[in-house]
């Protein structure tokens, strides 16, 4: 039992020195490893191991010389010892050749000559080069290989001799061999030993704290939020400890540094979202100052208008005569502004406002057109329409002219209503409003009709539409047409520009409005070729300018159906080719309403124009849709403020708000604002306080035929 616990326990021993053993060489082979793998290492310890080597070497060429002198000179010992051995044991006997012979024989010397009294006395080889036994041996010159001439002068131990001796020292070559085989191997050895013991400092001393700085320095630029976590204290005084206290001063730094662009971040963060904010709520404030009237609350003609034509588009209405537009006008309002004042005047418009809205289902279905006049959408059944549709005007117009009470007063207003009935007063809103207008303002000329149909004038209107269509054909023909250029200034009232205008001065007729004219061309397909006209007129008019000196750039309004038209960018710098213009002076302007028509292929055409370098601009600015989503995606340089809310600068406080949000919120998104319809000094100067860019109006210069190209 005691005998198997024993060997249980020599097992275990064995085994535990085993493991031992193998964990000190795998120990040792990283070590060495990571020593070879160190090319500064490998390179110090290279250069320490050829060094000694290099110093053993040179240590050896002399001790091989005395090594190989001192085996001579033992030989010549050796060969003297023998030749005085045998002259004393010859004491009183005469040296004989035979003798000689017999002395050769015992002793290393091959050949032996002996001089006295002039006698010589030789046996074996002969002596041929004879050096003194005390001289330089290894240098003497060797007779023949393997052997070397020595002589003695005389001397009472040699019996008053001179004897000459060859001796053999072909033993000597082999010593010599195996001395420099021994002094290499030693060299080799301690050559070895100390590249050890170097490796082993160096890996101690430089090695091991700069694979430590190393990992530091990589896990530090792994971790480049938290340089702090890696600073040691350096373990070492020397100019490693100096190199590490030099890190940890750089991640120190780096972490002040990180810090402080934390900080940074953070502000920025906050101050993004805080001008996020404002955009956002700059762009609803926009959108309700361009979509909705403040005073009431309800849709402007704008909004009134886009849901008017998105209804009107569904599809799915029921018969005709079934939906009229009406349109409201209170008499006499500007005498009850006058006589009770603007704030009573605002609260009547505003009650009204809120019965209006409770005869729509859909509040973008009753607006506020502009002053005292009102619009909505009636919706009646198929059934006795045109009965239903009088009934709910006289409920409509009866529940306005209600007395309304503000304080201890009540006010009341006349009513006057005009109607255009669907399809048969048009198909769009703009037409249907307009013509409901017109018949507004008939019923207000009439004495007793308060409400009025537009469709009684309807056959003589498009009459009259025809004829002008008519002549508008000819007009695009004959080149009847005419451009004014009106002069753009920049806040310092510099020239930077002109506009350039369409006129038509229709025979008997005399000049017809832009307003009238070119809807007319727009809805029969007419304004493709005036507009290129325009363009061709106003690129020719730039090139003469040009001549002139002229660096300023003509800006030229672009339809809705130009937008549609793909080819127009080809013929656009076709035109600035032949006459050798700069596309960076040519803008296209463009209405919101013009580019909200088909947004797809605007943006594709606004594109185009980008790509030739033309500067766009988009017009009237504020009557459109203001669609800031669409606004931020477009690729112009420049909007123009609608004249709309320049005439009430600077004492309107609604222009004012709403003209600044417009200059700001163009100038963060990177456009410039140019204002027109500046008539007056007051203006100007307020619009070039605020930062307006540019500014264009009567006051600053007249549309004429020929501008003058100024200073630009």
Not at 186 to 199: C, K, P, Q
Request: proline share 3%.
């Amino acid at each position: 039992m005691k005998s198997g616990e024993g060997t249980e326990a020599e097992l275990i021993a064995d085994v535990s020195k085993t493991a031992a053993n193998l964990e000190l060489r795998r120990s040792f082979r990283e070590w060495a490893r990571r020593l070879a793998g160190c090319g500064l290492c490998r390179n110090l310890t290279l250069a320490a191991f050829a060094a000694i080597l290099t110093i053993e070497v040179a240590i050896l060429f002399p001790s091989y010389r005395n090594y190989e002198e001192d085996l001579l000179r033992q030989r010549a010992e050796v060969a003297i010892q023998a030749i005085t051995m045998f002259l004393n044991s010859k004491s009183g006997q005469a040296v004989t050749p035979g003798r000689l012979e017999v002395l050769l024989a015992n002793s290393s010397l091959t050949g032996i000559s002996m001089i006295a009294g002039g006698t010589r006395i030789e046996a074996g080889e002969p002596v041929t080069h004879p050096q003194p036994a005390n001289g330089d041996l290894r240098g003497a010159v060797r007779p023949a290989e393997g052997v070397i001439d020595l002589s003695w002068s005389t001397s009472p131990g040699l019996s008053d001799y001179e004897i000459l001796a060859r001796a053999d020292v072909s033993d000597v070559s082999g010593k010599l061999i195996a001395f420099v085989f021994r002094i290499l191997g030693l060299s080799l050895l301690i050559a070895v030993f100390v590249t050890v013991v170097t490796m082993a400092v160096v890996d101690r001393m430089m090695l091991s704290p700069l694979l430590k700085l190393r990992e530091r320095i990589a896990r530090a630029g792994d971790d480049a939020e938290h340089p702090g976590k890696y600073v040691a204290s350096p373990e070492r005084s020397d100019e490693f400890g100096e190199v590490e206290r030099a890190f940890n001063g750089m991640l120190t730094q780096n972490a002040s540094y990180l810090s402080r662009m934390q900080l940074l971040n953070k502000n920025l963060d906050q101050l993004l979202d805080e001008r996020t904010r404002s955009l956002r709520k700059t762009e609803q404030e926009l959108e309700i100052r361009t979509l909705y009237d403040q005073l009431t609350g309800l849709a402007n003609r704008n909004l009134f208008e886009d849901q008017l034509d998105r209804h009107l588009n569904r599809g799915d209405l029921e018969q005709a005569g079934s939906e009229a537009v009406l349109v409201l006008g209170l008499n006499d309002f500007q005498a009850l502004n006058g006589l009770a004042g603007h704030e009573t005047g605002d609260r009547v418009l505003q009650e009204i406002a809120r019965r209006l809205a409770g005869r729509v289902v859909d509040h973008g279905h009753v607006a506020r057109l502009g002053g005292d006049v009102f619009g909505l959408l009636i919706t009646v059944g198929s059934r006795g329409a045109s009965d239903s549709l009088e009934a709910r005007i006289s409920a409509i117009i009866e529940a306005c002219e209600a007395p309304v009470r503000i304080g201890q007063k009540t006010y009341g207003c006349e009513v006057s209503a005009g109607v255009a009935i669907t399809p048969l007063d048009g198909n769009y809103a703009r037409t249907l409003l307009s013509h409901a207008e017109i018949a507004m303002h008939r019923a207000k000329k009439s004495p007793s009709e308060r409400v009025q149909f537009f469709a009684s004038e309807f056959g003589d209107q498009m009459h009259r539409r025809q004829e002008m269509i008519g002549d508008l054909k000819l007009a695009v023909q004959k080149h009847q047409f005419q451009l004014y250029y009106q002069p753009l200034f920049d806040r310092l009232k510099r020239c930077v520009g002109y506009e350039a205008l369409l006129r038509w001065h229709r025979p008997v007729h005399g000049l017809v409005s832009p307003a009238e004219f070119i809807p007319l061309a727009e809805q029969t397909g007419l304004i493709s070729g005036v507009g290129d006209w325009v363009l061709e007129q106003a690129i020719r008019q730039l090139k003469a300018w040009i001549d002139e000196g002229f660096t300023g750039r003509i800006a030229v309004n672009v339809s809705a159906l130009q937008l549609s038209d793909r080819d127009l960018s080809q013929r656009i710098n076709e035109m600035l080719k032949r006459f050798d213009v700069s596309a960076g002076q040519l803008e296209l302007e463009i209405t919101e309403t013009a580019l909200m028509d088909d947004v797809e292929c605007s943006m594709a055409t606004l594109k185009r124009f980008r790509d030739l370098g033309l500067t766009l601009a988009v017009d009237d600015f504020g009557t459109g849709y203001s669609s800031l989503a669409y606004l931020k995606a477009l690729p112009v340089s420049r909007i123009k403020i609608d004249r709309a809310f320049v005439t009430g600068l600077p004492d309107n406080d609604q222009d004012e708000a709403l003209c600044r949000t417009i200059i700001t919120l163009a100038h963060n998104l990177g456009f410039e604002v140019i204002a027109e319809g500046v008539e007056t000094e007051a203006q100007a100067r307020w619009l070039a306080v605020s930062g307006c860019d540019e500014m264009q109006g009567f006051l600053l210069g007249r549309p004429a035929l020929k501008g003058y190209p100024r200073n630009s």
